[in-house]
């Protein structure tokens, strides 16, 4: 083991690296609003107590929160913890610790509407949003609802209620009280609809560990750690109290963290105080999303040239297995979606033992999907230079290779560089899917910051810009390119 190798090794084993996906939001895990360079919320606050109890430093590690488990299954970190339900299904596939927190299942309503859904019965055939792979969802199938789940975030659940997209919203009694009960024009009914316990998610053959953890929470639980977490947050319940065997009562005590975001996100500020200072706030996040985006997406476009190029090739000039396999593989990168090409590379290869790092998983499989696209740009480039130029250049005593480079390449790449820009600019945006793999890239980073602070038309008017700054310098280069492959042709009067 080399010596950056034992350095990283032992830095590692004195984390406690636990995953969760700051694209939910409030209260689990969250870009603050006030000062979006810090992660916070009441998952965030437990993962670090955790983490000290075990003598360890907390490091949070971003993944899609319906692919926690397989993260975890795949090593990508120690522990997952954001709001895992425990259920018998997942015990298949993890550990789980003793429940930490429990909550009920809350319906939210407009506040006018005489028809909305109040009762289980009344949810039959209703539209109602929830989360994928919930509890709620499970709930709402079984009572025959319209179910509509979404994946961006909890914040846009509230709003399609809210723009009457959807009639109720079932979710998690705390994601009901930090979007439902915050809004005026929305109702969060009382009665539970359902119980939930969290637990924290341990990788299959760890007990030791499960063991470590179990101590460590109910150690929180009886020396009063996690009530006076909860409370802080505003979740501390009678289903709590019971649950950590707290007997003193609840009280009425101050939960500064909601206040907090209640005041912070309850309106929207202006747009000359955002343009003032929010927005100035969120440039570091979006700048560090920014360059992982547009290192990931040079490397995977490099790597699409060099393979469409030999592609290219041996469709064109290889002997027929060649280009039968050559043709293959356009085909099937072409013809099957890049989300489960990535999918395949991340979470497949490693059963045939090929484990490779999120970066470099997400270059392959753009550069391989691209690779298809810039086979056929060059193919249909060559393709369309006269057989008058080959015939001519065989008449000079050119070879094969040198007619290439000096006559056919030339008229090719000048044809083939248009598409090559536009797939390259696809490929930025298609970039996006490595959030995935726990990258966190621009279009990452403006999901997270729209969904804590409750605002997607500005920061998406801004994002979309960085994106519009990312592609027009390699438009301008190959425009410049082009034009410079044609420079010895006439232009129509």
């Not at 065997?245 to 209640?262: H, I, Q, S, T």
């Not at 991340?346 to 810039?374: C, T």
């Amino acid at each position: 083991m080399t010596a950056l190798a034992a350095e990283k090794a032992e830095v590692m084993s004195n984390e406690l690296r636990w995953g969760g996906d700051a694209q939910g939001g409030a209260p689990y895990i969250f870009q603050d609003p006030v000062d979006p360079n810090h992660l916070i919320g009441f998952e965030v606050d437990l993962a670090t107590l955790l983490a000290e109890r075990l003598g360890r430093k907390a490091h949070p590690v971003q993944g899609p929160w319906d692919k926690l488990l397989e993260l975890l299954d795949r090593g990508d970190f120690d522990v997952a913890l954001n709001g895992i339900e425990v259920a018998e299904e997942k015990k298949r596939v993890c550990l789980l610790s003793r429940p930490y927190f429990v909550a009920s299942e809350r319906l939210t309503i407009r506040r006018d509407d005489a028809q909305a859904p109040r009762t289980m019965e009344a949810l039959k055939g209703r539209r109602v949003g929830t989360l994928p792979g919930s509890l709620a969802e499970r709930i709402l199938t079984r009572l025959g609802a319209d179910v509509r789940t979404y994946e961006g975030g909890q914040d846009e659940i509230y709003d399609d209620l809210r723009l009457q997209r959807t009639d109720a919203v079932l979710l998690d009694g705390p994601v009901a009280k930090y979007y439902g009960d915050i809004d005026e024009n929305l109702e969060s009914l009382p009665q539970s609809f359902g119980e939930v316990q969290y637990a924290v998610a341990i990788p299959l053959g760890q007990p030791e560990l499960k063991a470590r953890i179990d101590a460590a929470l109910e150690s929180m639980g009886k020396d009063g750690t996690l009530r006076a977490l909860y409370e802080r947050w505003g979740l501390y319940t009678e289903q709590n109290a019971q649950l950590l065997g707290d007997g003193a009562a609840l009280g009425n005590v101050p939960a500064p963290e909601f206040e907090r975001w209640r005041v912070a996100v309850g309106k929207l500020p202006s747009w000359k105080e955002r343009l003032r200072t929010r927005y100035p706030s969120v440039l570091p996040l979006l700048a560090k999303g920014a360059v992982l985006t547009l290192g990931l997406s040079v490397l995977s476009m490099a790597l699409a040239v060099l393979m469409g190029l030999w592609v290219a090739f041996l469709r064109r000039f290889g002997p027929r297995v060649m280009r039968v396999l050559a043709a293959g593989y356009v085909e099937f990168f072409r013809g099957t979606p890049l989300l489960i090409q990535l999918t395949m590379i991340y979470f497949g290869l490693p059963e045939l033992g090929l484990k490779l790092e999120p970066f470099w998983a997400g270059v392959l499989a753009l550069g391989l999907n691209y690779a298809a696209a810039e086979a056929e740009n060059y193919r249909a480039g060559l393709e369309s230079v006269p057989v008058g130029q080959w015939e001519a250049a065989a008449v000079l005593g050119l070879s094969r290779g040198q007619t290439l480079r000096y006559v056919v390449g030339p008229q090719a790449v000048r044809i083939a560089i248009p598409p090559m820009t536009n797939d390259f600019i696809a490929l930025l945006k298609d970039s996006s899917l490595v959030s995935l793999v726990t990258l966190t890239e621009l279009t990452k980073t403006y999901t997270n910051l729209a969904n804590a602070m409750r605002d997607h038309l500005g920061l998406g008017v801004l994002v979309a810009l960085a994106y519009l700054l990312l592609g027009l310098p390699f438009a301008y280069l190959a425009r410049r390119t082009e034009a410079y492959f044609g420079r010895h042709l006439k232009r129509a009067p």
